[in-house]
């Protein structure tokens, strides 16, 4: 990938929306976007990012909004020893990915690192954050690539699993019973 691209998409469970843009920076990727949904404690607007290096691992992240009347910001940082959050120490040394609960955005340097052949599996866990959170989690994940487009995923803590479709953009296009591209968006 040499380019930029960009994705917008319509949340499935709820009334909104979210944008992204992976675009090369001077050593590796930057993943930036804004979600704006109706969330459990009401409207919500959040802008995020994800600086990652050539291996498509995270260095950092950043997440700025408003949800439920409140302004919110946090940062997260990988160091050798772990995960740091608005600069308290979380650990999980051996998690490379991080992952935002509200976006399908993130979904994108996970699949890149893997690098799955057709009929490949992996299981890894992500740094996983979603609003309204005070810490990183360990998130396990499956991801099993059925075709050029279709992986099969599962998150077995959290009970969901679905066939995602993949963009020729790289990014998630349907996120099943989450998140759908709009049409044409990707690019």
């Given at each position: 990938m040499t380019l930029s691209r960009t994705a917008l998409w319509q949340n499935l469970h709820t009334p909104g929306h979210d944008t992204a843009l992976i675009a090369p920076a001077l050593s590796g990727w930057h993943l930036t976007g804004m979600a704006t949904f109706l969330g459990e404690q009401g409207p919500a607007a959040v802008n995020y990012t994800v600086e990652i290096d050539d291996a498509w691992q995270a260095r950092r992240g950043s997440v700025r909004g408003?949800?439920?009347g409140r302004r919110?910001?946090?940062?997260?940082?990988?160091?050798?020893?772990?995960?740091?959050?608005?600069?308290k120490w979380q650990g999980q040394?051996?998690?490379?990915?991080?992952?935002?609960?509200?976006?399908?955005a993130t979904n994108f340097q996970q699949?890149?690192?893997?690098?799955?052949?057709?009929?490949?599996?992996?299981?890894?866990?992500?740094?996983w954050f979603d609003i309204g959170k005070d810490a990183l989690v360990d998130l396990p994940q499956i991801y099993e690539r059925r075709d050029e487009?279709?992986?099969?995923?599962?998150?077995?803590?959290s009970g969901y699993e679905a066939m995602l479709e993949?963009?020729?953009?790289?990014?998630?296009?349907?996120?099943?019973?989450?998140?759908?591209?709009?049409p044409a968006s990707a690019g």
């Open positions: 408003i949800a439920g919110f910001f946090h940062q997260m940082e990988r160091t050798t020893d772990g995960w740091m959050l608005d600069g040394s051996e998690l490379v990915d991080l992952d935002f609960g509200f976006t399908p699949l890149k690192r893997a690098g799955l052949a057709v009929g490949e599996r992996a299981g890894f866990s992500v740094a487009t279709h992986y099969w995923y599962q998150s077995p803590t993949l963009d020729e953009s790289g990014f998630v296009r349907v996120y099943p019973e989450l998140w759908e591209l709009e």
